[in-house]
């Protein structure tokens, strides 16, 4: 067996270090989803500072956090959910994206296999996350996080031995499929009914899915998105004909689901 292909180890310390990473990582991709969400929203929020290169600040009073107010999950708690500096509610998308992403590490963890696909399936598992996360609060999926996940798929099918000319053709084939049923729904209703974030967001799962995991992954999607719905009117908050429904975190799921079991 080639050396990279062996399993991760079940080595306690090894399995920490994931942990602790894939939480570190969670709180980057929190803030990563809130400040591309912001900016493609045209918010002010971040004071046009470059992402990448932008220290942590209060989206509210754009006061810097000092690094205690920066542990993954610990510190949201122990602030009492709420701003250091001017008590405005941290919302809860930063917590969840870190806490999901320790969830994807361990449940890919748990199912196994050679260590390249164990740590390629958590970070796209965390990527996917983050992007759960802004699809909900702002009905867009920003190219920033959709796009790396195109390369990483074919890196993945790469270092874990499968193929690439398969994995290439999972992102042609699901790019493509979706991008019809955009162009059909614009031409036959009249307005856009899927977006071009979600034909880009099925590209890059058909990486990682290859042209046979296309159709699990938007069945998967579909029954997930029309729970969702089914569950939002039993609470009477229903959408209306005129309601925008993301299909990212449905997309999300399938892709993720697709990828771990299939
Ligand atoms: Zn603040």
């Given at each position: 067996m080639l050396p990279w292909l062996q399993p991760f180890p079940a080595d306690p310390v090894l399995v920490a270090a994931g942990v602790a990473g894939?939480?570190?990582?969670?709180?980057?991709?929190?803030?990563?989803?809130?400040r591309l969400g912001a900016t493609l929203d045209g918010e002010a929020t971040y004071g046009g500072a470059s992402f990448w290169r932008g220290r942590s600040i209060c989206p509210a009073c754009r006061q810097g956090l000092?690094?205690?107010?920066?542990?993954?999950?610990?510190?949201?708690?122990?602030?009492?959910?709420?701003?250091?500096?001017?008590?405005?509610?941290?919302?809860?998308?930063?917590?969840?994206?870190?806490?999901?992403?320790?969830?994807?590490?361990?449940?890919?963890?748990?199912?196994?296999?050679?260590?390249?696909?164990?740590?390629?399936?958590?970070?796209?598992?965390?990527?996917?996350?983050?992007?759960?996360?802004?699809?909900?609060?702002?009905?867009?999926?920003?190219?920033?996080?959709?796009?790396?996940?195109?390369?990483?798929?074919?890196?993945e099918a790469w270092l874990a031995g499968g193929d690439l000319v398969v994995a290439s053709a999972g992102a042609v084939f699901g790019g493509g499929l979706l991008w019809l049923v955009r162009a059909v729904h614009k031409r036959v209703r009249g307005r856009e009914g899927l977006g071009?974030?979600?034909?880009?967001?099925?590209?890059?799962?058909?990486?990682?899915?290859?042209?046979?995991?296309?159709?699990?992954?938007?069945?998967?999607?579909?029954?997930?998105?029309?729970?969702?719905?089914?569950?939002?009117y039993l609470l009477g908050r229903g959408p209306t004909t005129a309601s925008r429904i993301p299909f990212g975190p449905g997309l999300a799921l399938g892709i993720f689901a697709v990828t771990l079991f299939a």
């Open positions: 894939f939480a570190a990582l969670g709180s980057f991709l929190g803030a990563a989803q809130a000092p690094v205690r107010d920066l542990v993954p999950i610990v510190s949201w708690i122990a602030l009492g959910r709420r701003c250091r500096h001017c008590g405005v509610p941290i919302p809860t998308d930063y917590a969840a994206v870190e806490a999901g992403s320790v969830l994807v590490f361990v449940l890919a963890l748990w199912l196994g296999g050679p260590w390249p696909s164990v740590l390629g399936r958590a970070l796209l598992g965390a990527v996917l996350v983050a992007l759960v996360a802004v699809d909900l609060r702002r009905l867009l999926l920003p190219d920033g996080l959709v796009l790396p996940l195109l390369p990483l798929g074919l890196l071009l974030g979600d034909v880009k967001l099925m590209a890059a799962g058909g990486a990682w899915v290859g042209p046979a995991g296309i159709g699990p992954v938007l069945l998967v999607a579909a029954l997930a998105t029309l729970t969702a719905i089914g569950v939002a």
